[in-house]
T-cell receptor, first 112, second 117 residues
């Protein structure tokens, strides 16, 4: 049973560019959350998707947007990249209403 | 607003020593959940334990145990007889209990545990 799959694993982008990160949730899970983890810090909640709608959002600017598809997979888009967007982006999935999250290994984004 | 504080940035122990990781939290919710996650170098956050705010019974699961004290808003985690494979960053996290089901996790900054042979 595959867990949460994220792609790509590593990415280097130039300041001002746009990036799309992808996440496939664990089988049976329908809710996807995204977290940003800067170096040496704990993960920070970006947003959560359920039934293809954004249900909760953390304190992140509108440059961060997302999408959930009918098969529950999700994308995280970041526009106008800043150096400060360099981080590990983690995707977590769960069944709606359940408490246990399953995390992916993340996408390491470096903005130069 | 919710907040989780892990005051210990890094802990180094020798194999077979017991080690306790501290966690203090803040929340206005009366019902909430507390978690411990482990993050090895691969990056994936691995679930270790969860505790409900209305159950202060402390338990032991294998080499892991936890001490939840609502009076001091602490949720400490102990690894008994540490092993080299325990080396990782450990995160304490807090989740509100939302009736809508759209709960999220608030993490501390993590404690890096180094277990040497």
């Amino acid at each position: 049973d595959a867990g949460v799959t994220q792609s790509p694993t590593h990415l280097i982008k130039t300041r001002g560019q746009q990036v799309t990160l992808r996440c496939s949730p664990k089988s049976g899970h329908d809710t996807v959350s995204w977290y940003q983890q800067a170096l040496g810090q704990g993960p920070q909640f970006i947003f959560q998707y359920y039934e293809e709608e954004e249900r909760q959002r953390g304190n992140f600017p509108d440059r961060f947007s997302g999408h959930q598809f009918p098969n529950y997979s999700s994308e995280l888009n970041v526009n106008a990249l800043l150096l400060g967007d360099s981080a590990l982006y983690l995707c977590a999935s769960r069944r709606q209403g359940a408490l246990r999250y399953t995390f992916g290994s993340g996408t390491r984004l470096t903005v130069v | 607003a919710q907040k989780v504080t892990q005051a210990q940035t890094e802990i180094s122990v020798v194999e077979k020593e017991d080690v306790t990781l501290d966690c203090v939290y803040e929340t206005r919710d009366t019902t909430y959940y507390l978690f411990w996650y482990k993050q090895p170098p691969s990056g994936e956050l691995v679930f270790l334990i969860r505790r409900n705010s209305f159950d202060e019974q402390n338990e032991i699961s294998g080499r892991y145990s936890w001490n939840f004290q609502k009076s001091t808003s602490s949720f400490n985690f102990t690894i008994t007889a540490s092993q080299v494979v325990d080396s990782a960053v450990y995160f304490c996290a807090l989740s509100e209990a939302r009736g809508s089901g759209y709960s999220t996790l608030t993490f501390g900054k993590g404690t890096m545990l180094l277990v040497s042979p």
